[in-house]
């Protein structure tokens, strides 16, 4: 059975609507997915309804930035409660810390003579402050794309130059994520419920069995084995210790938009599924 359960839409990340997305997941005969928008539960509902008109099997997800022991890493969390108040308080208050890392480096960048409305932008996103699209906010003004030309002094420039060229500048500032502690996370989940997933582990080099250990005993549930972030050895490096620790295995695209232009590649699903036959005790998941 194929199945996605890790995607993002546009309540954070991604480019496609919850909508959208459900219709794209139809279209390549997914079974069963999960979204998981950063540090934001804002598009579940929406992709529940639009699932159930596809007959695809929503599960509850998110993607967390999370910190354990000094380490910075990603985590997948799935069938929580929604609803739950302090998971909701937790989340606004990194929506918030998040916001006020984006402005900081705004306020350089007008300071250096970039054209924006700060305020203006910021508004638009009430939740998840993405970087990707602050970068389109950025380009979409003509006096800012004449400056990011001269001085990044290239023939094409993608997003990612402009990201490292002005939210990783040490002289400008460095935009790092909005991390919640891993016990901050398990404390959570006694309540609200779910499994704890390690996401693209081999994407970050954080395949380590002493590490492993460490978030067995923590409590952490799972890892995400089959991604597009893994090379075929990683992903048998992470079969192996993921039966030695007795973990439920996951796979997710991290699909985040068509790539558009010419290329010939324009998403994942042109080279790259995902069949829940291959992952051991998946179905804790997705039932």
């Given at each position: 059975?194929?199945?996605?359960?890790?995607?993002?839409?546009?309540?954070?990340?991604?480019?496609?609507?919850?909508?959208?997305?459900?219709?794209?997941?139809?279209?390549?005969?997914?079974?069963?997915?999960?979204?998981?928008?950063?540090?934001?539960?804002?598009?579940?509902?929406?992709?529940?309804d639009?699932?159930?008109?596809?007959?695809?099997?929503?599960?509850n997800?998110?993607?967390l930035?999370?910190?354990?022991?000094k380490?910075?890493?990603?985590?997948?969390?799935?069938?929580?409660?929604e609803?739950?108040?302090?998971?909701?308080?937790?989340?606004?208050?990194?929506h918030?810390?998040?916001?006020?890392?984006?402005?900081?480096?705004?306020?350089?960048?007008?300071?250096?003579?970039?054209?924006?409305?700060?305020?203006?932008t910021?508004?638009?996103?009430?939740?998840?402050?993405?970087?990707?699209?602050?970068?389109?906010?950025?380009?979409?003004?003509?006096?800012?794309?004449?400056?990011?030309?001269?001085?990044?002094?290239?023939?094409i420039i993608?997003?990612?130059?402009?990201?490292?060229?002005?939210?990783?500048?040490f002289?400008?500032?460095?935009?790092?994520?909005?991390?919640?502690?891993?016990?901050?996370?398990?404390?959570?989940?006694?309540?609200?419920?779910?499994?704890?997933?390690?996401?693209?582990?081999?994407?970050?080099?954080?395949?380590?069995?002493?590490l492993?250990?460490?978030?067995?005993?923590?409590?952490?549930?799972?890892?995400?084995?089959?991604?597009?972030?893994?090379?075929?050895?990683?992903?048998?490096?992470?079969?192996?210790?993921?039966?030695?620790?007795?973990?439920?295995?996951?796979?997710?695209?991290?699909?985040?938009?068509h790539?558009?232009g010419?290329?010939?590649?324009?998403?994942?699903?042109?080279?790259?599924?995902?069949?829940s036959?291959y992952?051991?005790?998946?179905?804790?998941?997705?039932?």
């Amino acid at each position: 059975m194929l199945i996605d359960l890790q995607f993002h839409s546009t309540y954070s990340d991604g480019f496609l609507t919850p909508n959208e997305l459900a219709s794209f997941l139809k279209q390549q005969g997914i079974k069963v997915a999960s979204l998981t928008d950063h540090n934001t539960v804002g598009g579940l509902s929406q992709f529940r309804d639009a699932c159930k008109k596809k007959k695809i099997k929503a599960i509850n997800g998110m993607e967390l930035y999370v910190t354990y022991q000094k380490k910075k890493m990603n985590m997948l969390w799935y069938n929580f409660d929604e609803d739950d108040i302090e998971l909701h308080k937790t989340l606004r208050n990194s929506h918030v810390r998040r916001r006020g890392s984006v402005r900081r480096i705004l306020e350089k960048l007008v300071e250096k003579g970039f054209k924006l409305n700060i305020d203006k932008t910021l508004d638009k996103y009430i939740r998840y402050v993405p970087i990707n699209y602050i970068v389109g906010d950025i380009w979409a003004v003509p006096d800012n794309r004449a400056k990011i030309r001269k001085e990044l002094n290239k023939k094409i420039i993608r997003e990612d130059d402009i990201i490292h060229a002005y939210f990783k500048n040490f002289e400008i500032g460095k935009l790092g994520e909005t991390y919640i502690s891993l016990g901050k996370i398990m404390k959570l989940r006694e309540k609200a419920g779910g499994q704890i997933i390690l996401n693209h582990p081999g994407k970050h080099s954080r395949i380590r069995e002493d590490l492993w250990e460490d978030f067995k005993k923590a409590g952490v549930d799972g890892v995400e084995i089959l991604s597009p972030h893994h090379s075929v050895g990683a992903i048998m490096y992470i079969q192996d210790l993921a039966a030695k620790f007795d973990f439920i295995e996951t796979g997710g695209s991290d699909f985040h938009r068509h790539e558009g232009g010419n290329s010939l590649i324009q998403n994942y699903s042109q080279y790259f599924r995902i069949n829940s036959k291959y992952l051991r005790k998946v179905d804790e998941i997705i039932g």
